[in-house]
């Protein structure tokens, strides 16, 4: 068993880092007290080759692993959470969901652009009646000719926008259920399609979040990917990459809330001494240390399996329930060290805490999580009394 990376995928995460600290972390704070949408560090991360980075070279990508995606999403959300979202729903929800069925002529069409990062991708799922429940979705898209019709809105859209290309999941035949659902891509522009205003959000406020309103939007139907009543299918394959990439968020998070107490905590003097020599503290670095370690195995191992074409929907979502978690707990411990300091704007753990709630919620919550992984083990307790 061998837990270290290869010298490609080191030198992946090093560059990612140093980019990360030098680049993206600086202005992170003040793109969230702002909630501005952070086009120059996407643009940066398009001239690094990250936008795009799983796709092969035909298509202007790196080739790079699954593992390799993972350890970058980490240390850009280590940096600025807001970003680490946008890049990871781009590449893995977007980009691999046109690689993996998306016709020729759509790759071709898409593909190099959103490589370059002179497209981001967004993935359109959620509707206000459909959180958890994605077979509940009540967009439609009637056939008329050579197009679809387009009714419904989508709510809780990454880059709803900003975004130019979104996966899109609409009702084409109502009468089946979640067999009924079919995947499409729709681009900003297109006549019928308007958005909502960005939501105030808690955390991660320079990733705008918001509604697609579609009023008779007309899709050419060499748009729908995959054949019609594929969608559901295409959604629940991509969202296992997605909660790998959101796991990678919720470490990257709760790293930087880490350092951050870590350091903090040799520099506050108390009592006479740095409170970092005091046990309750210490205890408190320890846990989340350990946790943080034991969060990233299980997010590195998602991502070890995915890149290796095996069925690792449980393994997903144990990695994204306990990375989530850990995030959490690790962020709150973090604002507890720094006192009432913590609570304040000027220092960073107060947007740590933010930003990790979240990943607790989107492309699944803990509940959903939970969930998943108990069907897996009840289904594979069931295989082995038969066998």
């Known amino acids: 068993m061998d837990f270290s990376l290869t010298e490609e995928q080191e030198a992946i995460r090093q560059m990612a880092a140093e980019l990360a600290d030098k680049e993206l972390a600086p202005h992170a704070r003040e793109l969230d007290a702002k909630g501005e949408y952070p086009w120059d560090n996407l643009r940066k991360l398009a001239r690094y080759g990250y936008l795009g980075m799983m796709l092969p070279a035909e298509f202007g990508g790196s080739g790079a692993d699954v593992l390799s995606h993972t350890l970058c999403v980490e240390e850009v959300s280590r940096a600025c959470a807001a970003t680490g979202v946008i890049m ?44 958890s429940d994605a077979s509940g979705i009540r967009t439609v898209a009637v056939r008329d000719g050579n197009d679809f019709v387009i009714n419904g809105t989508k709510h809780f859209i990454t880059g709803a926008g900003q975004a130019h290309v ?10 089946k259920g979640t067999k009924g659902i079919s995947a499409f891509i729709v681009e900003k522009g297109m006549p019928g399609l308007s958005f909502g205003p960005p939501e105030d959000k808690m955390g991660i406020r320079a990733s705008h979040t918001g509604e697609l309103i579609f ?8 748009n729908l990917v995959g054949s019609e009543g594929e969608g559901y299918k295409i959604a629940l394959t991509l969202l296992d990459g997605g909660r790998i990439g959101i796991g990678a968020q919720a470490v990257g998070i709760a790293r930087a809330a880490f350092d951050a107490a870590l350091r903090y905590s040799q520099e506050r003097v108390q009592f006479g001494q740095a409170i970092s020599g005091f046990q309750a503290v210490q205890w408190m ?62 220092y960073n753990v107060e947007r740590y805490m933010r930003d990790a709630k979240i990943t ?17 083990l009840l289904k594979e307790s069931k295989e082995s009394k038969e066998r």
Do not use: W
């Open 88 to 131: 990871e729903i781009h590449n893995s929800l977007t980009c691999d969901g046109i690689y993996r069925f998306g016709t020729d002529e759509q790759k071709a069409r898409y593909l190099p652009a959103l490589a370059r990062g002179e497209k981001v991708g967004a993935f359109a799922l959620t509707e206000p009646g459909a959180g």
């Open 166 to 175: 979104y996966l899109l999941f609409a009702m084409t035949d109502p009468s």
């Open 215 to 222: 009023s008779d939007c007309r899709v050419p139907a060499e």
């Open 360 to 376: 607790e919620i989107y492309e699944g919550t803990s509940e959903i999580m939970r969930l998943l992984i108990a069907s897996a």
């Open 285 to 346: 670095l320890a846990d989340m240390a350990t946790e943080i370690e034991a969060a990233r195995l299980l997010v590195y191992r998602a991502a070890y399996l995915r890149g290796k074409g095996v069925r690792c929907t449980k393994e997903v979502a144990m990695a994204k329930l306990f990375a989530s978690e850990v995030a959490m707990r690790t962020t709150i411990k973090a604002v507890q060290i720094h006192g009432g300091y913590g609570y304040m704007r000027e």
